[in-house]
């Protein structure tokens, strides 16, 4: 049964970093991706890496500040999470698709492209 579990979330102060994992099953997705859901509002894209690690994109909100990377050898993808702000508090997912389509207009961003979801893991950057 293919599963992904995350792992790292937790509370920190905001300014503040966090390391999340997702362990996979092995299976080579052609994409996985991090969305996040905070109360009350709909879940939205994070980012989202290629198997190869060799294309990430990022939503505006978080490029300069999250890292997303690959480590195939492991069957993990991380998130570096840095100079984190009190609106980075949400439930994370961790994602991965067969049939993600990346690059400029891809559909990435999209939830519904995803058809492998995680449970989620807590952050809660406090001010």
């Known amino acids: 049964q293919v599963q992904l579990v995350e792992s790292g979330g937790g509370e920190v102060q905001a300014g503040g970093s966090l390391r999340l994992s997702c362990a996979d099953s092995?299976?080579?997705?052609?994409?996985m991706a991090w969305f996040r859901q905070a109360p009350g509002k709909e879940r939205e894209f994070v980012a989202v890496?290629?198997?190869?690690?060799?294309?990430?994109y990022y939503a505006d909100s978080v490029v300069g500040r999250f890292t997303i990377s690959r480590d195939n050898a492991k069957n993990l993808m991380q998130l570096e999470m840095n100079s984190l702000k009190p609106g980075d508090t949400a439930v994370y997912y961790c994602?991965?698709?067969?049939?993600?389509?990346?690059?400029?207009?891809?559909?990435?961003?999209?939830?519904?492209?995803?058809?492998?979801w995680g449970r989620g893991i807590q952050v809660t950057v406090t001010s």
């Open positions: 890496s290629s198997w190869s690690g060799g294309m990430t």
């Open positions: 092995g299976r080579a997705y052609y994409a």
């Open positions: 994602a991965a698709g067969e049939h993600v389509l990346l690059g400029h207009g891809g559909t990435y961003a999209d939830a519904r492209e995803y058809e492998t």
